[in-house]
C-alpha cells in the first residue's frame, strides 16, 4: 500500500528540519510500507529545498509548515491534536524503516490494549543496533538500550496510541529537542501504560544527521531536559537530588581547575554552559510545579513504583 492510503489506522508523521539531502529516502521508505497509513511531513520552516522535495515526492504526503524552527518536540506538539487516526508514529526524516516496520508494531499494540507505546529498532547503514528503546539510568538520564526490557521508547522510530498520548498531556513541546520521548514515556507509565520493544520493526537511521550530538546546543538541551524531566516527572526526592546535584558539581568546578585537578574535556562540564542550564531550569520552576501537579491528577500509578521498575536489574534480553 502507499503512504497516501488513508485507510489505515495510524498516522505516520515526519518532523525535517534541512531534510532535503535525506528525506526522499524517508518518504521512499514509508511508501513501500506493507501497512496502510498516512503520512504528515511536519516542516520546520526549512530553507534548503525541502519543500521542493516534499512537493516532488510521488506518495504526496500532507504537509504542515510552521514559520519558525519548532525543534523535534514542538513540531509534534503542533500537529498531534489534529492526528484522527487510532495510533500515531514518529518517525525522523533520517530514518528508513524496512516494509514491515509499520505492521510490526501495529500488531504489538493491537494484541495488548496495555500498550501505550512500541519502540523500533533503529540501526546504522552498516546493520549495528542503535537503539531498541530507552532505559533511565540511576541518576535519571535517558540511554538507549541496545537489548532488554526497556522503560521507554526511542523517538525516532515509534508507534503510540493516539489517545493515550492525549490523555497523558501531549508532547512538552518547551523541551525542542531531546528527552520529549523520555518525558512522554514516564507520563505513559504514571498513567498505567506500558512501554514495550518491538526489535523486529527494523529501522536504517543516519543517526545525527539533523543535529550535531556532541555539540554545545547537544549538552544544552541534554541536561537541561533530563531536569525538566525529573521536575515534571519523577519522585521529588529523585528530581531535588538531581537538581542539587547538577548545581553543586557546576560551583565546584572552578575551584577543581583552580586547584589543579582534572575536569572533563566535554561541553557539559564548562562553567557557562552549565549556568546557562540552571538559569533556564530556575527560570521555569514555577511552571514546572504546575505542571507536576497535572501529571499527578492524571496518574494512577505512584512515581515511585515507576522509578523502582525503571531501576529494576535482571531484565532478560530481547531477541
Known sequence: MTSGDDTGKTTVVVVTWRGREHLA???????????????????????????????????????????????????????????????????????????????????????????GAASARLETTGGDTQSVGVVLTPDGYGRDATGGEVFGFCGGAALLRTRAVALAGGVPAAFF??????????????????????????????????????????HR?????????????????????ELARFAAITALLPVRRLAGRAVPDAWNYRLPLRLRVLAEVLGRVLSLVG?????????????????????????????
Open 177 to 218: 529537542c531531546y528527552y520529549e520521548d523520555t518525558d512522554t514515556s514516564w507520563r505513559l507509565r504514571l498513567a498505567g501504560w506500558t512501554v514495550r520493544s518491538v526489535p523486529s520493526a527494523r529501522v536504517r537511521h543516519l543517526h545525527g544527521a539533523s543535529t550535531r550530538p556532541g555539540s554545545a546546543t547537544f
Open 25 to 115: 529516502a524517508c518518504l521512499d521508505a514509508l511508501a513501500a510500507q506493507t501497512a496502510g497509513h498516512r503520512v504528515l511531513v511536519v516542516d520546520n520552516a526549512s530553507d534548503d529545498g525541502t519543500a521542493a522535495i516534499i512537493a516532488a515526492h510521488p506518495s504526496r504526503p500532507a504537509v504542515h509548515r510552521t514559520r519558525a524552527n519548532l525543534g523535534y518536540a514542538g513540531a509534534l506538539a503542533r500537529v498531534l491534536p489534529g492526528v484522527a487516526t487510532e495510533y500515531v508514529a514518529w518517525l525522523n526524516d533520517d530514518a528508513a524503516p524496512a516494509p514491515d516496520w509499520l505492521a510490526e508494531l501495529e500488531a504489538v499494540l493491537d494484541a495488548d490494549p496495555a500498550v
Open 221 to 241: 538541551w541534554n541536561e537541561r531536559n533530563r531536569l525538566w524531566m525529573l521536575l515534571r516527572c519523577a519522585p521529588a526526592g529523585v528530581a531535588v537530588r
Open 291 to 319: 505542571e507536576r501537579r497535572a501529571i499527578t491528577r492524571r496518574a494512577t500509578v505512584p512515581r515511585a513504583a515507576v522509578w523502582r521498575s525503571a531501576n529494576s536489574a535482571g531484565q532478560p534480553p530481547v531477541t
